[in-house]
């Protein structure tokens, strides 16, 4: 490491020229990285330097932010989502094992997870739950997205969720796609703003608590009075920290029980609600027969049968959190394939590449959970979204130049 | 006249050939003409002759069946159904002012009260009413149907509704399209079973109160109490002859109060149902977006706005009276074009020959009761169903000979 100045992470925007120097940030050139100091909350670490590498000047990278609660389904929606791409994501090669980045050819998904500035012992020494912001670094987590999303690498600290731990920083290069995903990605204005898409993934409490029965009582012998009183100590915090970020989201699937069968409450038949945000750049809801009407569609009938208690679709145009929003639903689940490739064939505006891509990607990961109902089928669609908005953007940028050479 | 000899009217199926003479159906050459005396319950008109002439050997009279209550949009449904075929519907030029008959270039409507064997002096000595199969011919409605459908004129007697006496015959010639409408065209088993394509308009008991009271209070000074009295005699005579008749139809248009506004009695506002037989040659029935499936539609939306109540579809398969069948059903009224023509793209299966030619058919006739709503609508879908079947008919028989020819 030569020599080390300080500048402002404004600089690093576009070529990494160096501007103004800044007090809450340190950066210093070493050959062509850059070391980042950070004076943030993790005051044990200022001397483990953060290298930070410029990436080629006129590719920048798409961040999506992809928020639920822990055990949501969100790393099955990240797999679905890479596979979208014709990627297998995976652990950093070489690196920590208990390193939770997953990455692909083209995306790489970090978890917010490992900007928690307070670990398990200084958690519980603190008071504090995980979901509680004060444990949590958001000056670093937004500087580094900001760092990767110019094109900037970063070393990213590991949250240990197995010591519980924070663990050594890993190398995070700038991708094609990165997904921060996590508790908090859209808690922090400054991180918000980063974001080009931003997903909720909304479990009901009915769910959660089924669920989580099925888990814990089933398969690990916990009782119901300490499954009850697990989700009752975590609610205040994730009501007053987690739960608002949904209104910011671009994309959030609400995960409900059926309403097919009576009084379910095994929590097995599912359904699962696309609210799809109007008006977002480079992102057209999908929609059933007729945009913007409000339509109910029971598909099994005299060209397809299914199995009790059938599947039900629902779309229309909606409020949310006083944004217009349009919302599919999907109550029930899937039995065959020629069920699923029957629903496609009537969605609108699925943003795919060709017939029955919807179906190909569900069918190839018929074994990860949610592939027999909506949760599946809409994690995949957001993935043909995502992958739509992310070739949007690079088209744009392509095309900006040349627009400006004719003028 | 000069010789009458006695055939049965079985001998008249194609080419008026003369065949096995009948003890019941007496028939006399008169030049080009056919004499035919009746011996049924018409007795004192046995010396009044018919008159039957023999058509072109090639084209066969489409025979379709109207059923509803007296009062129930019948002759309104009637000028739509001639207006699809682009003429109009006239009384027989020159003939009885009180002649219930419509004749247009395809059309010819009959009313089957002109078959009623009891004036209504009769009925009152008898104590029946007209709904009663005993005040009604059937054996003359049966045969001379079944003459004009083999392209026999005949002598069709005229109830005259003003005087509530029978009237002399006028002269009926086989048009391309006979509609038999009244209260009896499928009670009949013979009669029923020459009609190509049979129609029941099935006004709801709330509807049907909500009118008269509109009608015979508002406008004609009636009580309530004598309102409800002439429904509730009615009745027992409807339920049993009139209404039985709607499960052998192929369309029933159910008329009912919406739901719209709850507990709505106004009967302004209505739900109409097109209630489509499965498998009926040469009729396919219409649908909303997916075949076989089970849809409801709020086309009011983001893209077309709708004043209060607003506007809801709904389709899908179902049963009725044991039957396979495909329903559509319309809620609400329209104020505006952009609404109908709306409306009018979203439906498949319409049989129409131009984009636009329902919201045509009904803009051609706003001024008809029931253009702004269901009842309009489905009258117009049926009267392109009965145009598009006819023509396949004449198609049909136009290929038979060519198959023939090429065997």
């Known amino acids: 490491m030569a020599a080390c100045t300080v500048y402002s992470t404004q600089s690093l925007k576009t070529n990494c020229f160096i501007s103004t120097p800044s007090s809450k940030t340190h950066y210093g050139f070493h050959s062509k990285q850059i070391v980042l100091y950070s004076t943030s ?11 930070i590498t410029c990436a080629a000047g006129d590719t920048q990278t798409v961040v999506i932010g992809l ?5 949501c389904g969100k790393s099955t929606f990240m797999r679905r989502l890479t596979s979208v791409f014709g990627g297998t994501a995976e652990p950093p090669k070489g690196g920590n094992p208990d390193s939770n980045t997953l990455i692909s050819d083209t995306t790489t998904v970090i978890c917010l997870d490992d900007y928690h500035s307070l670990d398990r012992t200084g958690r519980k020494e603190k008071g504090v739950t995980a979901l509680d912001p004060r444990a949590n670094d958001f000056d670093l987590m937004y500087e580094q997205v900001k760092a990767i999303k110019d094109g900037v690498s970063v070393q990213k600290p590991i949250y240990n969720h197995v010591t519980g731990l924070l663990d050594p920083p890993e190398l995070i290069k ?36 089924a669920w989580k029965i099925q888990r814990d009582m ?33 994309a959030v699937i609400e995960v409900l ?22 008006g977002v750049k480079n992102f057209s809801p999908v929609y059933l027969f007729d945009d913007g009407s409000t339509i109910s569609w029971i598909p099994c009938g005299r060209k397809l049968t299914c199995s009790y208690p059938g599947i039900k679709f629902a779309y229309g145009p909606d409020a949310y959190f006083g944004n217009e929003v349009s919302i599919v639903e999907m109550d029930g ?27 190909q990607q569900m069918l190839k990961h018929a074994d990860f959970p949610g592939s027999n109902n909506g949760t599946g089928l809409f994690q995949t669609i957001v993935g043909l979204k995502i992958r739509e908005l992310y070739e949007q953007i690079v088209a744009t940028r392509a095309e900006t130049p040349v627009k400006a050479a004719k003028a």
Do not use: W
Request: charged residues 30%.
């Open 41 to 51: 909350k993790r005051n044990k670490r200022v001397n483990n330097p953060y290298v």
């Open 218 to 250: 089933a398969e690990r012998g916990h009782s119901l009075e300490s499954i009850k009183a697990s989700i009752e100590a975590r609610k205040p915090d994730f009501d007053a920290y987690i739960d608002p970020q949904k209104q910011y989201a671009d």
């Open 333 to 359: 689940q899937f039995d065959r394939l020629d069920e699923l490739i029957y629903v496609e064939s009537h969605l609108s505006n699925l943003s795919s590449k060709f017939y029955g891509e919807v179906t």
């Open 67 to 71: 928020a639920a609660d822990s055990g």
């Open 257 to 278: 029980p059926t309403e097919l069968i009576p009084d379910d409450n095994e929590g097995k038949i599912l359904r699962v609600r696309l609210i799809q945000k109007e």
């Open 174 to 209: 700038p991708p094609k796609i990165l997904v921060i995903e996590g508790l908090h990605p859209m808690y922090d204005a400054r991180v918000r703003d980063l974001l080009d898409f931003s997903i909720y993934l909304d479990i009901s409490n009915e769910v959660k608590f």
